[in-house]
């Protein structure tokens, strides 16, 4: 039987309250742990405001989009931060013998150095991005990837009836995974990501052969991270989070007014941002979720640390923290390659 602290960092995303109640019921009914919330990621450890979760705080929680713990950026080993030690300090203070931290690459990224230090933590991976490497699928994704989806069918039809290309900017700050699977559910005629920089030209002639062949409307989805080829810059750079990441936003309005201008065509863009994130999750992150928290804490009962829950095919496993954290996972390109088919 152990005490052990639960937080969840970053971006929130749904799916984060069915991990919750995975570990915790999976926890207290198997192995007798007792389990503690930590408010808003790891700012909850550093300041000591928790909560105590036990059978109770659990109850209604699976289909709760956003997190009953609360999220923030903060990260300890920013300057001043006080990085492992102010991190154990506050372990001790609260009782507490391990971490389960939920939470994408930055997360993850303090538990990864939390481990390589022996401090005990076991990692479980979330974010709508997808983004993660080490596994093949975040929760999370799903269901942002559904919303995009729908918004899709949605705008294809006042399109279609004003005859205008309508941007749908989407999140995905180094990966296309959300563009690129919401464009092909959603039959985008250009889809932009991080990891192509696109041609404007090209994506212009892609809708004028539309218009050509008499389909008089396009839609187009470019992940927020797109970039065009001669560079230049969309991010915020007066907005840099603790880990140091740039506030990103503006490539759609950018497109809509430079699609405009190059084919003459009324242009129309949505920036769906947090709608993507917030939310009942899908059935599917329901379930993801859920195996990743049974998970996070039967690997932690079994003696794993520094470890991730992950998912392989259809197997829930675990991996090294520090494996997984070493590189994004970028868009599969024969993913990419299957949504250019219907490009243009
Ligand atoms: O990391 C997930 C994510 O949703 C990114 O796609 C996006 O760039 C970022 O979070 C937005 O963060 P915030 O909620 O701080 O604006």
Redesign the pocket.
């Known amino acids: 039987m152990a005490r052990i602290g639960l937080l969840t960092g ?2 929130d ?1 749904p799916g984060l309250n069915a991990v919750i109640r995975g570990i915790v019921r999976q926890g207290i009914g198997e192995y007798g742990h007792e389990f503690v919330g930590l408010r808003h990621g790891w700012a909850g450890i550093l300041g000591g405001e928790t909560v105590e979760l036990g059978p109770e705080s659990i109850s209604g929680l699976l289909p709760r989009g956003g997190t009953i713990l609360g999220s923030s ?1 903060t990260n300890p080993y920013r300057e001043g931060g006080g990085g492992t030690a102010a991190v154990t300090a506050g372990m001790e203070a609260l009782g507490i013998e391990a971490i389960i931290a939920i939470g ?1 690459e930055d997360t993850l990224g303090v538990a990864t150095k939390l481990a390589a230090d022996d401090v005990p933590v076991i990692g479980v991976p979330k ?3 997808n983004d993660l490497a080490g596994t093949d699928y975040t929760f999370g994704f799903d269901t942002a990837v559904q919303v995009a989806s729908d918004a899709i069918d949605r705008l294809h039809t006042t399109a279609e009836s004003h005859d205008r290309v309508i941007v749908v900017e989407v ?3 180094h990966a296309g995974w959300i563009a690129c699977s919401a464009g092909i559910a959603g039959g985008a005629h250009a889809i932009l990501v991080p990891e192509h920089p696109f041609d404007l030209e090209t994506v212009c002639s892609q809708i004028q052969s539309r218009h050509a062949r008499g389909r008089k409307y396009s839609i187009v989805v470019a992940s ?2 797109a970039v065009p080829k001669d560079g230049s810059l969309t991010a915020r750079a007066d907005d840099v ?1 603790e880990f140091g ?1 740039p ?2 936003g503006g490539i759609g309005a950018w497109l809509e007014h430079e699609i405009e201008r190059v084919t003459g065509y009324e242009t129309r863009m949505v920036v769906l941002g ?1 709608v ?2 917030g939310g009942t999750p899908t059935a599917y992150d329901r379930i993801l979720a859920t195996r990743y928290g049974v998970e996070a804490i039967d690997a932690y009962s079994r003696g794993e640390r520094g470890m991730m829950v992950a998912l392989h095919g259809t197997k829930i496993t675990t991996v090294p923290l520090a494996d997984a954290l070493a590189e994004p996972k970028l868009l599969d390109p024969a993913l990419y390659r299957t949504a250019e088919v219907f490009f243009g």
């Open positions: 970053g971006g995303c950026r994408g974010t709508i991005d999140m995905g700050r927020e991270g989070d990441h506030r990103l947090h993507q994130r």
